[in-house]
C-alpha cells in the first residue's frame, strides 16, 4: 500500500508514522509518501486522520506500477532527461571493459564526433570464469572520471558486488546493476541511499516482476532515479547469447512507470545482429539504448564477439535516427 499523507504532516512526524506502522518513508514530489507491503488493504487506523490519499495494489509492484504513477517518470542522466514526455532515446555506449586510457579515449572520442554523452565501460566485471579478464577496478573508474573531466560526458559503469559499492557511487554518474547483480541485496540498499542515477538490468533467469522488485528495492529506500534495463533472457535457444524479450518491454512500458532501456548488444551476443536488433529496439519507441563499441573489438577483453567496430557503429546510428523520428523519437 502507498499512503500520501496530508500536507499538515511535517518530514519528521511522517518518518515517526512510518517506523511506528513499519512503513517505508520517502519524500517524493514534496510529498511525504509511506510504503507499506502490498499485504496491507487498508490504512492503520493510527495513521487514517492523516491521510490524503492511498492505493492499495495485488503484489508488490508498487512504487513502479502505472496504477500509481499514471505515466513515465523522467529520469536525468547526467544533462540529459529521459522518460516523461521528453521523447529523447539516449544511447549509452562504449567497449565492455575499460581496458586502458588509450582505448577508453578512442571510444571517448568516437562518442564526442558523433555527438553523444553517456559513455560506457565496465571496471568491475562480473565473468563467468574467474579466469578471464576482471576488469581493471580503481584504475579504470579513474580513467571514465578523467573522460567527464576531459569531453563533459556522463560516465556509466556497473558494480559487480556490494564490496566496493561506494567506489562505484562515488565516481559513475550511472550506476548500472548488472544481470547477475541485479539481486545483490547489498547493491540495491546502498543504490536507494543516494541520489545517483540507478540502471537495473534484468537478470536472464528473472520474471517481469521480480525485475521490477529489485527496482522496488531502491525506490523504497528514497532513490526515484531508476532506469529498467532488458538485455536478454536465457530460453531454450542456444544459436543467439540471450533472447530479447520485447514482449516483456511492452509489458514494463504498460505495467510500469519506470523509463526502458534496451541493450541488444548483450542479448544477440555477435556483432553482426546487433545493428537489425537495435533498429527493431528504437522502433519500439524506446528511452535508451545500450550498445558496446570497441576501437578494435578482435583484441577486446571481454564481449569481444558482441562489440561494434567504430565504422559499423557510425553506421547503425545513422540508420536508427530517421526510424526513432517516425515513432515520435529522437536519438540523443
Ligand atoms: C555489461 O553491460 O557489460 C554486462 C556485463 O551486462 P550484463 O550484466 O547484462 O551481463
Ligand atoms: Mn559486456
Known amino acids: ?59 508488490d509492484m508498487q512504487l513502479a506500477a502505472r496504477s500509481y504513477r499514471n505515466e513515465t517518470r523522467t529520469v536525468k542522466v547526467g ?28 571510444s571517448a572520442a568516437l562518442l564526442k564526433a558523433n555527438g553523444l554523452t ?11 570464469s574467474p579466469y578471464s579478464f576482471q576488469g581493471m577496478g580503481l584504475e579504470g573508474l579513474k580513467l571514465l572520471a578523467k573522460m567527464r573531466e576531459e569531453f563533459g560526458f556522463t560516465v556509466v559503469t556497473e558494480a559487480r558486488d556490494a ?81 530479447l524479450d520485447l514482449c516483456g518491454v511492452e509489458w514494463l512500458k504498460h505495467y510500469t512507470n519506470l523509463p526502458v532501456v534496451l541493450d541488444p548488444s548483450h542479448a544477440m551476443g555477435y556483432a553482426y545482429g546487433v545493428a537489425g536488433l537495435t533498429r527493431a529496439c528504437v522502433a519500439l519507441g524506446v528511452d535508451g539504448l545500450l550498445v558496446e563499441v570497441h576501437p578494435n573489438p578482435k583484441v577486446a577483453k571481454s564481449d569481444a564477439s ?14 536508427i535516427k530517421p526510424i526513432a523520428q517516425t515513432v515520435g523519437y529522437n536519438i540523443v
Open 306 to 319: 558482441q562489440q561494434l567496430d567504430h565504422a559499423q557503429f557510425e553506421a547503425l546510428l545513422s540508420s
Open 163 to 243: 564490496t566496493h559499492i561506494d567506489e562505484i557511487i562515488e565516481h559513475a554518474d550511472v550506476i548500472q546493476v548488472g544481470a547477475k547483480a541485479m539481486y545483490d541485496q547489498g547493491i540495491l540498499r546502498a543504490c536507494a541511499k543516494t541520489q545517483k542515477t540507478v540502471l537495473i538490468k534484468r537478470g536472464f533467469g528473472t520474471t517481469l516482476q521480480e525485475f521490477v522488485q529489485a527496482a522496488e528495492f531502491v525506490l523504497s529506500g528514497g532513490n526515484e532515479n531508476v532506469l529498467l534495463c532488458e538485455r536478454g533472457i536465457r530460453t531454450f535457444e542456444t544459436g543467439t547469447r540471450f533472447t
Open 118 to 128: 553517456s559513455l560506457r565501460g565496465g571496471c568491475y566485471k562480473p565473468r563467468t
Open 79 to 106: 544533462n540529459v532527461s529521459i522518460g516523461g514526455n521528453t521523447g529523447n532515446t539516449l544511447i549509452i555506449s562504449g567497449p565492455c571493459s575499460v581496458e586502458s586510457e588509450e582505448q577508453i579515449r578512442q
Open 1 to 59: 500500500m502507498i499512503i500520501h499523507l496530508k500536507d499538515t504532516v511535517s518530514a519528521s512526524e511522517a518518518a515517526k508514522l512510518a517506523e511506528d506502522v513499519k512503513a517505508f518513508h520517502l519524500v517524493s514530489n514534496g510529498k511525504n509518501v509511506l510504503v507499506l507491503g502490498s499485504g496491507v488493504k487498508e490504512v492503520p487506523a493510527s495513521i487514517e486522520d492523516k491521510t490524503a490519499e492511498h492505493w492499495v495494489f495485488p503484489n
